[in-house]
């Protein structure tokens, strides 16, 4: 069973999931798009033998705050103020599609915390083509602030170049997990992510985009492949 917990960070509250003996190597989870913590229940404790997992809920989503703006850069800062917060140090960082897109840029910001990365179908930093709708409201309730979609969606489609030319200054170990031909994404782009990241491992899973979820057992045999290489197990507080 997880441990729901929330933090206040720089006067947001932040929910959060853990599982995991505390005083253990952390690993901490970011969620895609739309979904919240509860989206990695069925793998964390899988890693929970090993690490002390976190599965946060990026603001907007779960229980985390609705402030009504947004941005990859908010988001990111987010997660920054939760490690702090915590005093997490030298973590493994795992995200899939958005999360993925925020833990590339944790990564890019502070490379001195992480010990490895792990990017799960993204990110993609070229524009959407075609280019993503632009919402103006909900069409029906959300589980999450429908605020979130306009903002993503303006900057999905005009990504800052500068985020692609910084993933050079990513200096963990990463590995980029494809979801193969059924996923939306275009994988050559998450080959041309994974040639960029000095020293990054492609592997591609045929599952789609939501790899961990469809294939669990082929997810988390690579990512155990990948952290059971030397140089992995600096440990944090909490």
Known sequence: MSDLRTIEVDGLRLGYETWGAPGAPPLVLLHALGEDSSDWRAIAPALADRYRVYALDLRGHGRSDHPGTY????????VLAFLDVLGLDRIVLVGHSLGAFI?????????????RLILEEGP??????????????????????WRLLPAIAAQRNAPDPAL???????????????GGPASHLPQEELAEVADRIPGAR????????????VRPAGFLAEVDAFLAQPGNGRRGTE
Do not use: C, K, N
């Open 164 to 178: 692609w030319e910084r993933l050079v200054a990513i200096t963990a170990p990463t590995l980029v997990i494809a």
């Open 71 to 78: 941005s990859y850069e908010l988001l990111r800062d987010d």
């Open 124 to 145: 993609v930093m070229s524009p959407a083509d075609p280019p993503r709708p632009v919402p103006g409201g909900p069409g029906e309730p959300t589980p999450y602030d």
């Open 202 to 213: 492609l592997v591609t899973i045929d599952a789609g985009h939501l790899v961990h979820a």
């Open 103 to 115: 833990a590339s840029l944790v990564a890019q910001e502070q490379p001195r915390i992480l010990d």
